[in-house]
């Protein structure tokens, strides 16, 4: 079968390998569509490193091949018995398996999967929907670790397809949301979706516009452009015993002279959201379909990632189809 095989930075290439060996409760899933994500970007420019021979995708959809369900994979398998496991934290499970980065991935023509991995997808949610919703998951995360009140100020840093979907989800919170990016055609789509204020970085100094707009300074603050640049400027957003969600990047150095009593905390994968981010697509209360920008066969993995990596083609989200 083709797979999407990790070779090196900037050598990710179709290839033919071995067909999965489905053993045991296991079932065979053929994929579908899947999605390419900031993670697999990382590795692609060389940025994080992965095993050469990986088989790359953690955000994907399939047909189960015993019941013909279509069902979304869901990228971590955690032991559920660890200390993490019992303390409520799967993502941080001290055995997980995590299908894209420490084992292989969903871009391939099929996967072996546990049933209990396996979601079945509503029939009013499209393939290409059900190719995202990691990032919505995340977003989930997030904004359920905050518990913003009514009215409080969240200011997303970033808005590619995991920012735009953190927008989204701040304002069905009941949040006012500052959108931060420094291109207008995503900040266009941060308006559509209602954020109360975009600022351009390029042209607006952002702690001064965040400070004008909020007075004491942002309740929450989302790092979601993955820069440690954006990481660095978090402190001088947020105001003080404010929340700061590091979702892109986490590395930089923050200088907390002002930022008192600030909670900084990271995270990047929900395995838990998931149930409810198919159910937030499948009511339409989240909309995914209209953060795709691009669409690919599997064959053509290697333009879908060049396209990404890309600005002149303006890329949000691309979708891979078998
Ligand atoms: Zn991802
Ligand atoms: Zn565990």
Known sequence: MKAAVYRGPHNIKIEEVPEPEVKGRRVLVKFKSGSICGTDMHFYRGEWKLKNGRILGHDACGVREDTGERVVMVPVVNCGHCYFCLRGYPSLCMRAKLYGLTRDGFFAESKSMMPRSLIPLPS???????????????ALRVLNHLQPNLGDWVTVLGQGPIGLLMTQIAL???CRVIAVDLEDYRLELSEKYGADAVIN???????KAVRKLTKMGSDF??????TSKTVEQTPFLVRKAGKVALVGES???LNLGDADEVQFFTVYLSPVEYPSAVELISRKLVDVKGLITHRFKLDEFEKALKTVDNPAEKPLKVVITQ
């Open 251 to 253: 590395e930089g150095y």
């Open 124 to 138: 009013n949610v499209s393939d290409e929907e059900a190719a995202i919703v990691e990032p919505v998951a995340l």
């Open 172 to 174: 069905m919170k009941g």
């Open 221 to 226: 603050v989302i790092e979601a452009a993955g």
């Open 201 to 207: 970085a390029k042209k607006e100094d952002v702690p």
